[in-house]
């Protein structure tokens, strides 16, 4: 076990709007999302989204999503995002300071999928899109 | 036949040779002849000599277990040197002598002390015979004589022509049943018939042993010879139906083979295969291609995260990196002795710290074993996972431009392919490809039709030629058998005609012995009443079925054990008589003492009877002096051809011939 996962060790689930997860639901059987991880890629991806538009909300009414632990290795992203918001080392110190990362996270995710399910209105178009994001930006 | 003469050479008392009896047998009407002897001197002596030189043994005397050989010959015998007996009798038709018959015996003179003269037969008799020629030129031996014998006088009812009046009840005494009925047997010639039914049985059991054994299942061939030809017939027709089926079939495969090349079948083939390669190839890049976009999805998603969170992963690195390097960052310390070192207001650097102060506070924190190691940990951690993290998003990104280029790749391909499709589309436009199509298959269906056909119409001449092999070899079979059963018929035919002549045989047996026994018996019991005196007490003589004879008595009674002597005689006489009559065989009928136990009343009655009742036979009596009375005589003297008189010669102590 490593020390990531003492940390996180008796955090169970990560939380959605409870309204929100019709759209978890939806995308899951898109096929962009066909042989990935299902609810935690697609919750990365909407955190990342709600955080690289900086947009977040308070869940209103929480919904158990999915273990935690289930994020493995890309735990670093939900706690670097919570630690690059909150600038604070302490969230790597106990559980509540990572609880507290989390709930930020998930209040990005709040929004960020609503961003995503907008951009998966095109779905041919949504990896063609990222991609040359990802390249323009990275590479170009 | 007649027995004209008897010549005795040394034969018991009949001393030295030439000792010749002469029957007159010239006078028809006369035909008996008398040897006239007392007691004693020879007249069985000369009755054994002519059964002697007939069969080599001598039959009525007691005499039989010694020597034949004279004895006074023997006395005049040399030691060791040899002596011959010899008979010889001459019997004539006639013409004159037809057969002359001659026995020799040779004997050994002994040296026996005790006996005083004694001989042994050295080697076996001489026995011949001579048979008057055809043309009566000269006499030509008789081969087989004993067979010539047996055929002139069997030995069997010899005692019937050669007889001693005085031992003749001794016939009926025992074995008669066998003796009659061998001797009504003989008499009736029968021998021949049992002969003939032997032979016949024994033809039987040999035709019984050819007769073959038939195969049980013989019954059965002929069905399945008929189960072979209807088996046969149905391959026949099945075959037929196959060859017709396969011209058909081959007539249909040219057809379709020329509409095939007339629709240019090759080319539409070849075309078609193509279309199905390049769909195959496109349906292959296509499957790669969404594979690929699966695959990119993935890497996108996850790129994108990492792309999006690319600051603050780096931020946080960024300090991580700073603290691990930061000397502020709290050394490897155990816990335990952080708390020791505030209980001293001390830091784990040596200085002194404030109460309340922000050191003593983070100091706190760290001597919170659990925080402070997990602290510890997560940033060592971080340390060396958020570089990765970072650092494969270039690495990804190249990986995304690979796949990308795959499916571009792939959708090019795919496009040519397309093109290619189209072309061949285009190419086909026209021909009837469906047509075709359906006719290739048909064509493939009809030449997979005509193999097994072919396949078919070999198994059928196989079955066929398998079918007529079993036939013949059942056929072959049945002719053998058939071959058999006819001679088995045949065999059987004969064998029930020898069964049926062997019933016949039995049959004409029976018939000719009833009747001869019926005759025999009428006759013996006629000829008893003209023998004996007093036959008139006697109610009935006869030869009963089993053949043996019976003779009863005024009130039914059975006397034929206690009859006298002389009624025994007459008795034997007047069957022996009638049996002679029925015999057929032209023999003379020799009697020793005919006489010898009757009385003077009966002798007459006999005298005048018996050689009536022999008539036509040459009668020979051999009677004593005592026996040839004057009423004998008298009756007798008529019918007698010639008398012969035997005498003892006490001096030369030889039986002299007069």
Redesign the interface.
């Known amino acids: 076990m490593s020390a990531v996962d003492e940390l996180i060790a008796r955090i169970n689930y990560l939380n959605i709007e409870s309204d929100k997860r019709k759209i978890y639901n939806k995308l899951k059987t898109s096929i962009i999302f066909a042989n990935t991880r299902g609810n935690p890629d697609i919750f990365l991806l909407s955190l990342t989204l709600g955080f690289k538009y900086n947009k977040r909300k308070k869940l209103k009414k929480s919904s158990n999503l999915f273990r935690v632990n289930e994020l493995g290795k890309d735990i670093w992203i939900p706690l670097s995002i919570g630690y690059k918001v909150l600038g604070d080392l302490s969230i790597f110190e106990t559980k509540e300071g990572v609880v507290m990362a989390l709930k930020i996270c998930e209040e990005y995710a709040n929004c960020g999928i609503d961003i995503l399910n907008g951009m998966m209105k095109k779905p041919k178009e949504f990896t063609d899109d990222i991609i040359r994001e990802i390249i323009k930006e990275d590479v170009l | 036949m007649k027995l004209s003469k008897i010549t005795i050479d040394n034969y018991r008392g009949f001393y030295g040779e030439g000792n010749t009896i002469e029957f007159n047998v010239d006078d028809s009407k006369k035909k008996i002849n008398l040897i006239i002897a007392r007691n004693d001197t020879g007249k069985t002596t000369l009755l054994n000599s002519i059964y002697w030189c007939l069969y080599g043994e001598e039959q009525f005397s007691d005499k039989r277990s010694k020597s034949i050989a004279s004895n006074k010959k023997i006395s005049k015998t040399q030691i060791n040197a040899r002596l011959r007996v010899k008979v010889t009798i001459v019997l004539n038709d006639e013409k004159g002598p037809k057969y002359t018959i001659t026995r020799e015996r040779t004997f050994t003179r002994h040296d026996d002390a005790e006996s005083g003269t004694s001989a042994s037969q050295c080697g076996p008799d001489n026995f011949y015979g001579l048979e008057r020629n055809e043309n009566s030129t000269g006499f030509d031996p008789i081969e087989h004589l004993d067979v010539f014998i047996e055929s002139m006088i069997p030995k069997g009812i010899s005692s019937f022509f050669i007889l001693d009046g005085e031992q003749l009840k001794a016939i009926f005494s025992s074995d008669i049943n066998y003796k009659i009925k061998d001797s009504i047997e003989k008499v009736a010639n029968i021998t021949s018939l049992n002969n003939m039914i032997a032979n016949l049985k024994l033809l039987d059991r040999k035709y019984s042993q050819e007769t073959k054994k038939i195969d049980p299942e013989y019954s059965k061939i002929q069905s399945r010879i008929d189960e072979c030809d209807e088996r046969i017939d149905e391959k026949q027709n099945k075959l037929k139906e196959a060859i017709a089926k396969t011209e058909d079939l081959r007539k249909q495969l040219n057809e379709l083979s020329e509409f095939l090349i007339d629709h240019s079948e090759a080319t539409i083939r070849r075309l078609s295969l193509e279309e199905e390669r390049i769909k195959k190839e496109s349906e292959r890049v296509n499957q790669e291609r969404k594979d690929n ?6 890497m ?10 690319k ?3 780096g ?2 690195l960024k ?1 991580f990196d700073e ?1 691990s390097k930061s000397p502020d960052f709290p050394p490897a310390v155990e816990p335990s002795e952080v708390k020791q070192l505030l209980k001293k207001g001390e830091c784990i650097c040596g200085t002194k710290i404030k109460n309340g102060s922000d050191e003593e506070k983070r100091l706190l ?1 760290l001597s919170d074993a659990r ?1 402070y190691k ?2 510890l ?6 340390v060396a ?2 570089p990765e ?1 970072i650092d494969c ?2 690495s990804k ?1 190249k990986d ?2 690979n796949v ?1 280029r795959k499916i571009n790749d792939c959708e090019k391909t795919l496009q040519e392919n397309e093109k290619v499709i189209e072309g061949i589309a285009q190419e086909l436009k026209g021909s009837d490809k469906e047509e075709v199509r359906k006719k290739r298959e048909e064509k493939e269906t009809t030449d997979r039709d005509i193999l097994r056909s072919g396949s078919l119409i070999v198994e059928l001449k196989r079955d066929i030629s398998d079918l007529e092999e079993a036939k013949k070899e059942c056929e072959a079979k049945q002719t053998t058998e058939k071959i058999k059963a006819m001679k088995n018929q045949i065999i059987i035919q004969k064998s029930e005609k020898c069964k049926q002549f062997i019933e016949y045989a039995k049959e004409i047996k029976e018939t000719i012995l009833k009747t001869i026994k019926d005759k025999i018996e009428d006759t013996t019991a006629q000829n008893f009443i003209e023998l004996h005196w007093k036959a008139e007490d006697y109610e009935r003589v006869s030869i009963s079925d089993d053949f043996s004879l019976s003779v009863k008595d005024r009130y039914e009674g059975e006397i034929i054990n206690e009859l006298s002597q002389g009624a025994a005689l007459c008795f034997g006489l007047a069957f022996m008589s009638a049996l002679r009559n029925y015999s057929g065989y032209d023999v003379p009928i020799i009697i020793d003492s005919p006489v010898g136990k009757i009385d003077e009343g009966n002798r007459e009655k006999i005298a005048n009877n018996l050689p009536n009742q022999l008539e036509g036979k040459q009668v020979i009596l051999f009677v004593t002096n005592a026996e040839y009375t004057s009423v004998f005589k008298e009756v007798l003297e008529k019918k007698i051809a010639s008398i012969v008189n035997l005498i003892y010669d006490k001096e030369k102590g030889e039986v002299v011939i007069e």
Do not use: F, P, Q
């Not at chain 2, 940990?377 to 971080?382: A, F, I, P, Q, R």
């Open positions: 976009e699966t695959e990119l999805s993935n996108t998603i996850s790129s994108y995260v990492i792309h999006n969170s600051d603050a992963l931020e946080t300090k603290l924190r925080s997990t602290y940990k997560v940033v060592s951690l971080g996972v958020l993290m998003l270039e990104i995304i431009k990308k």
